[in-house]
Protein backbone atom coordinates (compact mmCIF):
# COMPACT_ATOMS: atom_id res chain seq x y z
CA UNK A 1 0.00 0.00 0.00
CA UNK A 2 0.69 3.65 -0.90
CA UNK A 3 0.27 6.65 1.53
CA UNK A 4 0.35 10.17 0.91
CA UNK A 5 0.60 12.29 3.96
CA UNK A 6 -0.21 15.46 4.41
CA UNK A 7 0.03 17.74 7.73
CA UNK A 8 -2.84 18.78 9.98
CA UNK A 9 -2.78 22.39 11.17
CA UNK A 10 0.29 22.21 13.37
CA UNK A 11 0.92 25.80 13.76
CA UNK A 12 0.44 26.21 17.58
CA UNK A 13 2.43 23.53 20.12
CA UNK A 14 1.41 19.62 20.10
CA UNK A 15 0.40 17.66 22.98
CA UNK A 16 0.60 14.06 21.98
CA UNK A 17 0.25 10.58 23.32
CA UNK A 18 1.71 7.28 22.30
CA UNK A 19 1.46 3.66 22.67
CA UNK A 20 4.28 2.19 21.96
CA UNK A 21 4.52 -1.35 21.09
CA UNK A 22 6.81 -3.77 24.17
CA UNK A 23 10.26 -4.38 23.58
CA UNK A 24 10.63 -6.50 20.72
CA UNK A 25 14.42 -7.69 21.97
CA UNK A 26 13.37 -8.45 25.57
CA UNK A 27 10.39 -10.03 24.22
CA UNK A 28 12.22 -12.11 22.17
CA UNK A 29 14.86 -13.26 24.47
CA UNK A 30 12.63 -14.08 27.31
CA UNK A 31 10.75 -16.69 24.57
CA UNK A 32 14.12 -18.61 23.78
CA UNK A 33 15.40 -18.62 27.37
CA UNK A 34 11.46 -20.10 28.55
CA UNK A 35 11.15 -22.40 25.88
CA UNK A 36 15.09 -23.55 26.73
CA UNK A 37 14.40 -24.02 30.27
CA UNK A 38 10.96 -25.69 29.68
CA UNK A 39 11.97 -28.17 26.85
CA UNK A 40 10.25 -26.22 24.23
CA UNK A 41 7.13 -24.86 26.06
CA UNK A 42 5.99 -21.44 25.14
CA UNK A 43 6.58 -18.32 27.37
CA UNK A 44 2.55 -17.53 28.56
CA UNK A 45 2.20 -14.28 26.41
CA UNK A 46 -0.96 -12.55 25.15
CA UNK A 47 -0.70 -11.54 21.58
CA UNK A 48 -2.54 -8.34 20.12
CA UNK A 49 -2.88 -5.88 17.75
CA UNK A 50 0.07 -4.09 18.95
CA UNK A 51 2.31 -7.21 18.94
CA UNK A 52 5.57 -7.06 16.52
CA UNK A 53 5.22 -9.25 13.55
CA UNK A 54 8.83 -10.13 14.80
CA UNK A 55 7.37 -11.51 17.92
CA UNK A 56 4.19 -13.38 16.20
CA UNK A 57 6.76 -14.79 13.82
CA UNK A 58 9.34 -15.78 16.79
CA UNK A 59 5.85 -17.72 18.57
CA UNK A 60 4.67 -19.21 15.40
CA UNK A 61 8.39 -20.96 14.79
CA UNK A 62 8.33 -22.13 18.52
CA UNK A 63 4.91 -23.62 17.89
CA UNK A 64 5.68 -25.16 14.18
CA UNK A 65 9.02 -27.13 16.01
CA UNK A 66 6.87 -28.44 19.15
CA UNK A 67 4.40 -30.17 16.51
CA UNK A 68 7.32 -31.82 14.41
CA UNK A 69 7.43 -29.57 11.19
CA UNK A 70 9.74 -30.61 8.88
CA UNK A 71 10.12 -26.72 7.63
CA UNK A 72 10.28 -23.74 10.32
CA UNK A 73 9.67 -20.42 8.13
CA UNK A 74 10.37 -17.14 9.77
CA UNK A 75 9.87 -14.78 7.22
CA UNK A 76 11.26 -11.72 7.39
CA UNK A 77 12.72 -11.87 10.95
CA UNK A 78 16.23 -11.66 11.40
CA UNK A 79 16.16 -11.68 14.71
CA UNK A 80 14.53 -15.48 14.49
CA UNK A 81 16.46 -16.33 11.77
CA UNK A 82 19.78 -16.19 14.28
CA UNK A 83 18.58 -16.94 17.53
CA UNK A 84 16.26 -20.47 16.33
CA UNK A 85 19.40 -21.57 14.43
CA UNK A 86 21.27 -21.63 17.72
CA UNK A 87 18.25 -23.03 19.42
CA UNK A 88 17.10 -25.76 16.59
CA UNK A 89 20.80 -26.87 16.75
CA UNK A 90 20.52 -27.45 19.99
CA UNK A 91 17.15 -28.45 20.80
CA UNK A 92 15.72 -30.09 17.27
CA UNK A 93 15.14 -34.10 18.11
CA UNK A 94 14.35 -34.32 14.07
CA UNK A 95 15.98 -32.77 10.55
CA UNK A 96 14.27 -29.74 9.30
CA UNK A 97 14.65 -26.68 7.34
CA UNK A 98 15.18 -23.11 8.15
CA UNK A 99 14.19 -20.93 5.57
CA UNK A 100 13.23 -17.12 5.89
CA UNK A 101 11.37 -14.35 2.84
CA UNK A 102 12.18 -11.22 1.12
CA UNK A 103 16.10 -10.37 1.52
CA UNK A 104 16.81 -12.93 4.36
CA UNK A 105 18.72 -15.86 2.21
CA UNK A 106 20.86 -12.53 1.67
CA UNK A 107 21.41 -11.64 5.14
CA UNK A 108 24.67 -13.88 6.12
CA UNK A 109 24.36 -16.62 9.32
CA UNK A 110 28.07 -18.24 8.54
CA UNK A 111 29.85 -16.52 11.40
CA UNK A 112 27.15 -18.31 14.11
CA UNK A 113 26.77 -21.71 11.93
CA UNK A 114 30.79 -21.48 12.25
CA UNK A 115 30.92 -21.36 15.89
CA UNK A 116 27.93 -23.62 16.19
CA UNK A 117 29.64 -26.08 14.29
CA UNK A 118 32.76 -26.13 16.61
CA UNK A 119 30.21 -26.54 19.42
CA UNK A 120 29.46 -29.97 17.26
CA UNK A 121 26.32 -28.74 15.45
CA UNK A 122 24.85 -30.49 12.42
CA UNK A 123 24.13 -27.72 10.13
CA UNK A 124 24.11 -27.54 6.48
CA UNK A 125 23.85 -25.11 4.04
CA UNK A 126 21.15 -25.45 1.29
CA UNK A 127 22.10 -22.76 -1.47
CA UNK A 128 24.29 -20.26 -1.14
CA UNK A 129 27.47 -21.04 1.16
CA UNK A 130 27.55 -18.88 4.65
CA UNK A 131 23.49 -17.81 4.03
CA UNK A 132 20.02 -19.22 5.02
CA UNK A 133 18.16 -21.20 4.53
CA UNK A 134 19.70 -23.95 6.18
CA UNK A 135 19.39 -28.08 7.02
CA UNK A 136 19.57 -28.18 10.95
CA UNK A 137 20.05 -31.94 12.17
CA UNK A 138 19.99 -33.35 15.73
CA UNK A 139 23.34 -32.67 17.59
CA UNK A 140 24.66 -32.72 20.99
CA UNK A 141 26.53 -29.67 21.58
CA UNK A 142 29.43 -29.89 23.69
CA UNK A 143 31.93 -27.39 22.78
CA UNK A 144 34.37 -25.51 25.07
CA UNK A 145 35.79 -22.86 22.96
CA UNK A 146 33.74 -21.23 20.73
CA UNK A 147 35.31 -18.68 17.63
CA UNK A 148 33.14 -16.23 17.15
CA UNK A 149 32.84 -12.99 14.56
CA UNK A 150 30.32 -10.50 16.25
CA UNK A 151 31.57 -7.45 14.33
CA UNK A 152 28.24 -7.67 11.80
CA UNK A 153 25.76 -8.04 15.04
CA UNK A 154 25.81 -8.94 18.76
CA UNK A 155 22.51 -11.36 17.82
CA UNK A 156 25.27 -13.92 17.07
CA UNK A 157 26.34 -13.81 20.58
CA UNK A 158 23.27 -13.72 22.11
CA UNK A 159 21.72 -16.04 20.10
CA UNK A 160 25.09 -18.99 21.70
CA UNK A 161 24.47 -17.37 24.89
CA UNK A 162 21.19 -17.61 25.29
CA UNK A 163 21.83 -21.80 24.81
CA UNK A 164 23.02 -21.49 28.87
CA UNK A 165 20.33 -24.19 29.81
CA UNK A 166 21.56 -26.60 27.56
CA UNK A 167 25.61 -25.39 27.95
CA UNK A 168 28.23 -27.40 30.40
CA UNK A 169 29.83 -24.71 32.88
CA UNK A 170 33.80 -24.07 31.27
CA UNK A 171 32.08 -23.24 27.89
CA UNK A 172 33.82 -20.32 26.51
CA UNK A 173 33.29 -17.81 23.49
CA UNK A 174 36.15 -15.89 22.21
CA UNK A 175 35.14 -12.68 19.54
CA UNK A 176 39.07 -12.48 18.41
CA UNK A 177 39.82 -8.81 17.82
CA UNK A 178 37.22 -7.45 15.98
CA UNK A 179 34.99 -5.14 17.50
CA UNK A 180 31.73 -6.37 18.82
CA UNK A 181 28.57 -4.79 16.58
CA UNK A 182 25.31 -3.35 18.88
CA UNK A 183 27.31 -3.76 22.00
CA UNK A 184 24.77 -2.66 24.13
CA UNK A 185 22.09 -5.79 22.91
CA UNK A 186 24.92 -8.06 24.31
CA UNK A 187 24.74 -6.60 27.73
CA UNK A 188 21.13 -6.60 27.39
CA UNK A 189 20.85 -10.57 26.51
CA UNK A 190 23.58 -10.85 29.80
CA UNK A 191 21.55 -8.76 32.67
CA UNK A 192 18.77 -11.44 31.84
CA UNK A 193 20.64 -14.13 31.91
CA UNK A 194 22.07 -12.76 35.02
CA UNK A 195 18.49 -12.64 36.76
CA UNK A 196 17.53 -16.22 35.57
CA UNK A 197 20.89 -17.40 37.54
CA UNK A 198 23.17 -18.38 34.50
CA UNK A 199 26.26 -16.79 35.00
CA UNK A 200 28.41 -15.46 32.61
CA UNK A 201 31.86 -13.85 33.42
CA UNK A 202 33.54 -11.25 30.25
CA UNK A 203 37.41 -10.98 30.31
CA UNK A 204 37.74 -8.35 27.62
CA UNK A 205 37.04 -10.34 24.10
CA UNK A 206 36.12 -13.69 25.87
CA UNK A 207 33.11 -14.96 27.80
CA UNK A 208 33.43 -17.83 29.96
CA UNK A 209 30.06 -19.57 31.01
CA UNK A 210 30.97 -20.48 34.97
CA UNK A 211 26.88 -22.14 35.32
CA UNK A 212 23.69 -21.76 37.03
CA UNK A 213 23.10 -20.53 40.45
CA UNK A 214 21.04 -23.22 42.10
CA UNK A 215 17.44 -22.38 42.84
CA UNK A 216 17.04 -19.11 40.56
CA UNK A 217 14.21 -18.57 37.89
CA UNK A 218 13.64 -16.38 35.20
CA UNK A 219 12.27 -12.98 36.53
CA UNK A 220 8.19 -12.29 35.03
CA UNK A 221 8.63 -10.85 31.73
CA UNK A 222 8.93 -7.01 32.12
CA UNK A 223 6.29 -4.53 30.75
CA UNK A 224 8.58 -2.37 29.04
CA UNK A 225 7.90 -0.03 26.03
CA UNK A 226 10.75 -0.12 22.61
CA UNK A 227 13.07 2.38 22.74
CA UNK A 228 13.86 1.93 19.15
CA UNK A 229 10.38 2.39 18.75
CA UNK A 230 10.05 5.76 20.66
CA UNK A 231 13.16 7.49 18.08
CA UNK A 232 10.15 8.20 15.81
CA UNK A 233 8.22 9.95 18.66
CA UNK A 234 11.45 11.79 19.70
CA UNK A 235 12.01 13.35 15.77
CA UNK A 236 8.29 14.13 15.89
CA UNK A 237 8.77 15.91 18.95
CA UNK A 238 11.66 18.00 17.57
CA UNK A 239 9.96 18.91 14.28
CA UNK A 240 6.89 19.95 15.79
CA UNK A 241 6.52 23.70 17.14
CA UNK A 242 8.28 24.72 20.38
CA UNK A 243 6.22 23.95 23.70
CA UNK A 244 5.24 20.35 21.92
CA UNK A 245 5.43 17.46 23.88
CA UNK A 246 4.34 14.25 23.45
CA UNK A 247 4.39 11.29 26.35
CA UNK A 248 5.23 7.61 26.02
CA UNK A 249 3.71 5.55 27.99
CA UNK A 250 5.36 2.25 29.48
CA UNK A 251 8.83 3.71 28.49
CA UNK A 252 11.04 2.66 31.30
CA UNK A 253 14.35 4.55 32.45
CA UNK A 254 16.59 2.96 33.30
CA UNK A 255 16.36 -0.01 30.91
CA UNK A 256 18.31 -2.87 29.44
CA UNK A 257 17.63 -1.42 26.27
CA UNK A 258 20.86 0.64 24.62
CA UNK A 259 18.67 2.94 22.37
CA UNK A 260 17.73 4.55 25.84
CA UNK A 261 21.13 6.29 26.46
CA UNK A 262 21.74 7.90 23.25
CA UNK A 263 18.09 8.64 22.37
CA UNK A 264 17.99 10.70 25.56
CA UNK A 265 21.52 12.04 25.79
CA UNK A 266 21.40 12.73 21.91
CA UNK A 267 18.24 14.90 21.72
CA UNK A 268 18.71 16.45 25.40
CA UNK A 269 21.68 18.15 22.60
CA UNK A 270 18.96 19.11 20.04
CA UNK A 271 16.10 20.41 22.70
CA UNK A 272 13.69 17.60 23.44
CA UNK A 273 14.14 16.98 27.07
CA UNK A 274 12.90 13.33 28.29
CA UNK A 275 10.75 13.89 31.62
CA UNK A 276 10.66 10.24 33.36
CA UNK A 277 7.95 9.55 35.27
CA UNK A 278 6.70 6.35 36.89
CA UNK A 279 4.15 5.64 33.93
CA UNK A 280 6.48 6.11 30.78
CA UNK A 281 8.47 9.53 30.37
CA UNK A 282 7.41 12.82 28.72
CA UNK A 283 9.18 14.35 25.83
CA UNK A 284 9.32 17.92 25.86
CA UNK A 285 10.45 20.17 22.84
CA UNK A 286 12.38 23.32 24.28
CA UNK A 287 14.70 25.80 23.49
CA UNK A 288 18.26 25.01 23.23
CA UNK A 289 21.59 26.23 21.23
CA UNK A 290 22.44 24.83 18.34
CA UNK A 291 24.67 22.18 18.56
CA UNK A 292 26.16 22.97 14.75
CA UNK A 293 26.50 19.05 13.50
CA UNK A 294 25.50 15.99 14.61
CA UNK A 295 28.93 13.83 14.78
CA UNK A 296 27.98 10.88 16.39
CA UNK A 297 28.73 7.01 16.42
CA UNK A 298 26.48 4.45 15.66
CA UNK A 299 27.92 0.95 16.59
CA UNK A 300 26.02 0.51 19.84
CA UNK A 301 22.86 1.68 18.29
CA UNK A 302 22.34 1.12 14.40
CA UNK A 303 18.62 1.13 14.07
CA UNK A 304 18.77 5.04 15.26
CA UNK A 305 20.34 5.84 11.85
CA UNK A 306 17.51 6.73 9.89
CA UNK A 307 15.52 8.63 12.63
CA UNK A 308 18.43 10.79 13.10
CA UNK A 309 19.26 11.43 9.31
CA UNK A 310 15.43 12.39 8.38
CA UNK A 311 16.16 14.90 11.50
CA UNK A 312 19.18 16.00 10.07
CA UNK A 313 17.73 16.22 6.29
CA UNK A 314 14.85 17.99 7.97
CA UNK A 315 16.46 20.42 10.15
CA UNK A 316 19.42 21.07 7.34
CA UNK A 317 21.64 20.23 9.86
CA UNK A 318 24.92 18.84 9.07
CA UNK A 319 26.16 15.52 10.33
CA UNK A 320 28.46 12.53 10.17
CA UNK A 321 27.26 9.48 11.18
CA UNK A 322 30.29 6.83 12.06
CA UNK A 323 30.10 3.18 12.99
CA UNK A 324 27.37 2.52 10.06
CA UNK A 325 28.88 -0.20 7.89
CA UNK A 326 26.97 -2.69 9.48
CA UNK A 327 24.03 -0.95 8.46
CA UNK A 328 24.08 -2.79 4.85
CA UNK A 329 23.16 -5.73 6.46
CA UNK A 330 19.60 -5.17 7.94
CA UNK A 331 16.00 -5.52 6.16
CA UNK A 332 17.73 -3.62 3.40
CA UNK A 333 21.03 -1.91 2.75
CA UNK A 334 19.67 1.31 4.94
CA UNK A 335 23.18 3.22 4.02
CA UNK A 336 22.21 2.77 0.36
CA UNK A 337 18.27 3.27 0.64
CA UNK A 338 18.99 6.30 3.10
CA UNK A 339 20.67 7.79 0.39
CA UNK A 340 19.10 7.19 -2.83
CA UNK A 341 15.62 8.20 -1.17
CA UNK A 342 16.70 11.67 0.18
CA UNK A 343 17.89 12.32 -2.81
CA UNK A 344 14.99 12.52 -4.36
CA UNK A 345 13.95 15.36 -1.97
CA UNK A 346 16.88 16.96 -3.06
CA UNK A 347 19.04 16.02 -0.01
CA UNK A 348 22.82 15.36 -0.87
CA UNK A 349 24.25 12.77 1.05
CA UNK A 350 27.70 11.33 1.18
CA UNK A 351 28.43 7.25 1.74
CA UNK A 352 31.88 5.62 2.85
CA UNK A 353 32.84 2.47 4.20
CA UNK A 354 31.31 3.13 7.67
CA UNK A 355 30.39 6.91 7.21
CA UNK A 356 27.31 8.94 6.34
CA UNK A 357 27.57 12.31 6.25
CA UNK A 358 25.41 15.43 5.08
CA UNK A 359 26.64 18.61 4.37
CA UNK A 360 23.48 20.66 5.97
CA UNK A 361 22.59 22.39 2.09
CA UNK A 362 19.08 22.86 1.85
CA UNK A 363 17.11 20.87 -0.75
CA UNK A 364 17.05 21.74 -4.63
CA UNK A 365 13.18 20.70 -5.01
CA UNK A 366 11.81 22.62 -7.27
CA UNK A 367 8.54 24.76 -5.81
CA UNK A 368 5.50 23.70 -7.14
CA UNK A 369 6.63 20.22 -7.94
CA UNK A 370 4.87 17.30 -7.41
CA UNK A 371 6.46 15.29 -4.52
CA UNK A 372 8.37 12.02 -4.95
CA UNK A 373 6.92 8.58 -3.94
CA UNK A 374 9.72 7.33 -1.52
CA UNK A 375 10.68 3.47 -1.59
CA UNK A 376 10.99 1.65 2.00
CA UNK A 377 12.43 -1.26 0.37
CA UNK A 378 10.53 -3.80 2.25
CA UNK A 379 11.96 -2.29 5.44
CA UNK A 380 9.95 -1.13 8.25
CA UNK A 381 12.44 1.22 9.83
CA UNK A 382 12.93 2.98 6.44
CA UNK A 383 9.08 3.53 6.29
CA UNK A 384 8.87 4.77 9.99
CA UNK A 385 11.71 7.46 9.43
CA UNK A 386 11.12 8.64 6.02
CA UNK A 387 7.42 9.51 6.68
CA UNK A 388 7.98 11.74 8.94
CA UNK A 389 9.59 13.71 6.03
CA UNK A 390 6.12 14.98 5.41
CA UNK A 391 5.87 17.21 8.27
CA UNK A 392 8.63 19.44 5.78
CA UNK A 393 7.16 17.98 2.58
CA UNK A 394 3.37 17.74 2.60
CA UNK A 395 2.19 15.50 0.63
CA UNK A 396 4.82 13.02 0.67
CA UNK A 397 4.30 9.42 -0.74
CA UNK A 398 6.10 6.76 1.14
CA UNK A 399 5.26 2.85 -0.19
CA UNK A 400 4.48 -0.42 1.37
CA UNK A 401 3.19 0.93 4.42
CA UNK A 402 2.14 -2.30 5.96
CA UNK A 403 5.56 -2.95 6.59
CA UNK A 404 5.44 -1.10 9.78
CA UNK A 405 3.70 -4.54 11.41
CA UNK A 406 7.37 -5.99 12.02
CA UNK A 407 8.10 -3.54 14.88
CA UNK A 408 5.26 -0.92 15.39
CA UNK A 409 1.88 -2.58 13.85
CA UNK A 410 -0.11 0.86 14.95
CA UNK A 411 2.41 3.59 14.01
CA UNK A 412 0.45 5.15 11.27
CA UNK A 413 -2.52 5.69 14.25
CA UNK A 414 0.29 7.24 16.20
CA UNK A 415 0.92 9.75 13.46
CA UNK A 416 -2.55 10.60 13.13
CA UNK A 417 -3.08 13.40 15.39
CA UNK A 418 -0.14 15.30 12.95
CA UNK A 419 -0.38 13.81 9.31
CA UNK A 420 -3.47 13.08 7.70
CA UNK A 421 -3.20 9.62 5.21
CA UNK A 422 -4.39 9.47 2.15
Known amino acids: MTLRLQPRELTAPQQLSWSLPSSKSLTARRLLLHALEEGGALLPLELDADTPEDIRVLVSALEAHRR?????????SGTAMRFLTAYLAAMTPYPLRLEGADRQHERPIAPLVTALRGAGADICYLEAEGFPPLAIA????????????????????SALMLLSPRLGPGCCIELGDKPLASAPYAAMTLQLLGEAGYRWQQEGTRYHYLGKVRGASAQPLRDEADWSAASYAYVLTKLLPLGSSCFLSRLRYPSLQGDSEALLGRFALLGVQSEVHEEGILL?????????EMRWEFNSCPDLVPSFAVL???LGLPFHFTGVAHLRLKESDRL???VTELAKLGYSLELAADSLSYDGRPTKLTAGAPLPTLATYRDHRMAMALALL???HPGLGITDTEVVAKSFPSYWQQLDPVLQLR
Not at 138 to 157: C, I, K, M, R
Open 390 to 392: ALK
Open 312 to 314: GCA
Open 138 to 157: PAQLEGELLELDASSSSQYL
Open 284 to 292: RHEAAPSIG
Open 336 to 338: SAL
Open 68 to 76: GEPVIHVGA
